[in-house]
């Protein structure tokens, strides 16, 4: 296998999907679904409070700019176990207090506008910025065909098997079984399915383009596909259908939380959150570039296949959607996980085959969309264990820990 990127494109600005959501739904503030408490005023919302609960963003601000200025002087020479070290410490240290930090805004904005448009930003900005970092790839560096297709499976296998199985697993060990909406998972898969069958599997045995390529008649099918498939589900999931993506309210169910159901969490107005998530998430992705260069080094002197460093920095760079799944899970909210996995595999396929695919046509490089007979026979077997265990309201222990098998079996792919 190649190495797995991990970055993806986004066509439809962060800033404008935001606007979008502000005006469908004018005030939301007072929301307070199901009785919720408004917004708190505490002194938290001062300035040094602000200060105080964003210091993980100047952190990770100021190791972005050490990083940009000096990046390459600190990394010049990694032959030093004890720096090399410490470095890895670092970055990883500081993304991961990025990534509690994403997930804080994100549950704010999950209060304030309500599901499912809290999960819907967090996993569309996150998704977007790797798109973003994918294009700039494409547009700069090396002609690399696989690119998007070691992309998309990557991200597929780590949040369809790796995600989901975790907090289905973690979710049931705490709660037994665990209530969804069934309405729910039945669309997402309805769209993830066709997407992943026509987008990364049909390409490789098309006969009009060698190689897994698309030609440009197919090309332009798949950008029209994505689009419209993608733009429909959003339609449905926001206004026509948007019960479908909300936690159902069934007898039995136990480990439902008060209020808001976020602990003490301070939630300040939508335009902060929406602002203040985006950029506590950028440096996540800026300084995975750095960290991919430790992970490789590190990968160089062990030995160890070179598509495991792009899968542990896909990881990271994933954390912020994981520690949200997780944590709804936790909290016996697992609509909120299921949007969360479910959204981030469907949003990545959505977005990142009409980006690359227009790049493609535009500048004339040769994208290559088909998996190979390994990669492709395993998505096939995740799609259908997710179509027989998401066919019931109540998930279990089993359920997650066949995905976690099958995300083992993804690991050993990558070192056959």
Excluded at 199 to 211: D, E, K
Excluded at 275 to 283: A, F, I, N, R
Aim: charged share 10%.
């Amino acid at each position: 296998m190649r190495a797995a990127p991990t970055t993806a494109v986004f066509r439809l600005g962060f800033a404008q999907w935001i606007a979008w959501v502000m005006l469908l739904r004018p005030y939301a503030g007072n929301n307070c679904h199901k009785g919720e408490p408004p917004v708190s005023t505490s002194n938290e919302l001062g300035t040094p409070g602000i200060l105080r609960s964003e210091l993980a963003l100047w952190v990770g601000a100021l190791t972005t700019v050490v990083f940009t200025l000096f990046g390459g002087a600190l990394l010049s020479d990694l032959s030093n176990p004890l720096w090399s070290s410490v470095l890895f410490a670092w970055l990883f240290l500081v993304m991961l207090w990025l990534a509690f930090g994403v997930v804080r805004h994100a549950d704010s904005l999950a209060v304030l506008l309500g599901e499912p448009y809290g999960t819907l930003i967090l996993t569309v900005s996150v998704i977007s910025i790797e798109v973003i970092m994918i294009a700039a790839i494409m547009l700069t560096g090396e002609n690399n065909p696989t690119l998007a297709r070691d992309t998309l499976f990557s991200v597929l296998m780590i949040v369809l098997n790796g995600m989901v199985g975790f907090t289905l697993l973690v979710g049931a060990l705490r709660h037994g079984q665990q209530v969804y909406n069934l309405k729910g998972a039945a669309a997402y898969l309805a769209v993830i399915i066709p997407l992943a069958g026509l987008g990364i599997v049909l390409p490789r045995y098309t006969t009009s383009a060698p190689g897994g390529e698309a030609s440009p008649l197919m090309a332009v099918f798949l950008i029209l596909m994505s689009v419209g498939l993608w733009g429909v589900f959003l339609a449905i999931q926001t206004m026509r259908h948007r019960s479908f993506f909300l936690q159902p309210e069934i007898s039995g169910t136990e480990g439902e939380d008060p209020g808001h159901g976020h602990g003490d969490l301070v939630v300040r107005s939508l335009a902060y959150h929406a602002v203040l998530l985006p950029l506590t998430m950028l440096p996540i992705v800026l300084l995975s570039k750095k960290m991919a260069a430790l992970v490789d080094h590190g990968i160089a002197t062990l030995g160890a296949p070179q598509a495991l460093g792009g899968f542990l920095v896909a990881i990271l760079v994933l954390s912020p959607e994981g520690l949200a799944a997780v944590k709804a899970a936790v909290s016996n909210k697992l609509q909120r996980t299921m949007n969360i996995a479910l959204g981030s595999a469907l949003a990545t396929i959505g977005l990142t085959i009409p980006a690359v695919l227009g790049i493609g046509l535009v500048t004339g490089k040769r994208v290559e969309l088909g998996l190979e007979n390994a990669e492709a026979h395993l998505l096939l077997v995740t799609l259908l264990v997710s179509v027989v265990n998401f066919n019931t309201e109540r998930t279990n222990v089993l359920q997650g820990f066949v995905h976690l098998i099958l995300f083992l079996a993804y690991i050993v792919l990558i070192f056959d």
